[in-house]
């Protein structure tokens, strides 16, 4: 039990952070106005969920001009990737 | 232990892992109003075929020009008809599921739908006008297959199958040459209509 529990990672208990990393996962990136309208959140909050999970390593941008526009691409990280599938393992084996 | 929060977390998991990957809101309904469009389309077409000459034998029908403009007008109208009422019934179920219709998802499922399509399309106008008509069907099934199965990566599954289907009619057709009209509508209509049947009652409306 203490060895699932390890893996459960407390960056990806809340729900708009699962969120974030989800659609991450399948897809190679996705930008901000995208994730806005995938997971129904203001700016604010996802800005701040999107700025945690880059402090952890777990998700990174480039920042691209769309007809002059700025324009934020996110991806996950080889970590983040790692941790995800990590957290989803243990869900499942304590599901079981 | 809170077994229940994280059961809901993988439910959300799996939820957002589609939604944000695949187009979900392709409605069963613009499959069958689809097929519909196509019959009547293929019926038109063979009284324009059939009704204008003397038949002697199937592989010696004359089509005229003025004949293949108007196979072309009925092809046209078909196809933006069968268009129209997909996109109704489809923007329908996009606001049912609260799916944008018009993002990243549609946009990719749109482009490698037509990537296929328009490359056989072009193809099939060419060979047209250089007087490969019996060709035309077979081909046309069969490019339509390939523009569904490399689409279905971006949508529902099922679609791989129907691509497939009208992939294999499509090479069987090319054994029947000067039956396309009825090929065509077997691949365009039944099999949509068929289809879309089966992903409104696995999808709902």
Not at chain 1, 90 to 96: G, H, P, R, S, T
Not at chain 2, 58 to 67: A, F, P, Q, S, V
Not at chain 2, 94 to 107: G, I, R, S, V, Y
Not at chain 2, 111 to 137: E, W
Request: hydrophobic fraction near 45%.
């Amino acid at each position: 039990m203490k060895e699932i529990l390890k893996d459960l990672n407390k960056a990806f208990e809340n729900k708009v952070r699962l969120g974030i990393m989800s659609a991450l996962m399948v897809n190679d990136y996705l930008d901000f106005n995208t994730l806005k309208g995938l997971l129904d959140v203001t700016d604010g909050n996802l800005a701040s969920h999107l700025r945690s999970l880059e402090n952890s390593g777990y998700v990174t941008f480039k920042k691209e001009f769309l007809d002059r526009k700025p324009n934020t691409q996110y991806s996950v990280t080889d970590e983040g990737k790692e941790a995800f599938v990590k957290h989803i393992k243990a869900i499942e084996q304590l599901l079981n | 232990m809170n077994q229940e929060k994280y059961k809901d977390d993988l439910k959300d998991i799996k939820d957002m892992m589609s939604r944000s990957s695949r187009f979900i809101s392709l409605s069963g309904l613009s499959g069958v109003s689809a097929g519909i469009v196509a019959l009547i389309g293929a019926y038109a077409a063979n009284k324009v075929v059939y009704s204008k000459q003397i038949v002697d034998g199937y592989r010696n029908i004359l089509l005229t020009h003025e004949m293949v403009y108007e196979l072309i007008g009925i092809a046209l109208v078909t196809l933006v008809v069968a268009l129209t009422l997909g996109i109704f019934f489809t923007t329908r179920k996009a606001k049912k599921n609260k799916q944008k219709l018009w993002d990243t998802q549609t946009q990719r499922l749109l482009i490698n739908l037509l990537i296929p399509l328009v490359a056989g399309g072009l193809l099939c106008l060419i060979l047209l006008f250089k007087g490969f008509i019996g060709l035309v069907a077979p081909l046309t099934l069969i490019f339509f297959g390939l523009a569904l199965v490399n689409a279905s990566k971006y949508t529902l599954t099922e679609i791989r199958s129907l691509g497939i289907a009208e992939i294999f009619l499509g090479l069987l057709a090319t054994q029947f040459i000067g039956q396309g009209l009825l090929f065509w509508a077997i691949g365009f209509g039944v099999l949509n209509i068929a289809y879309g049947i089966i992903m409104q009652m696995r999808y709902g409306s």
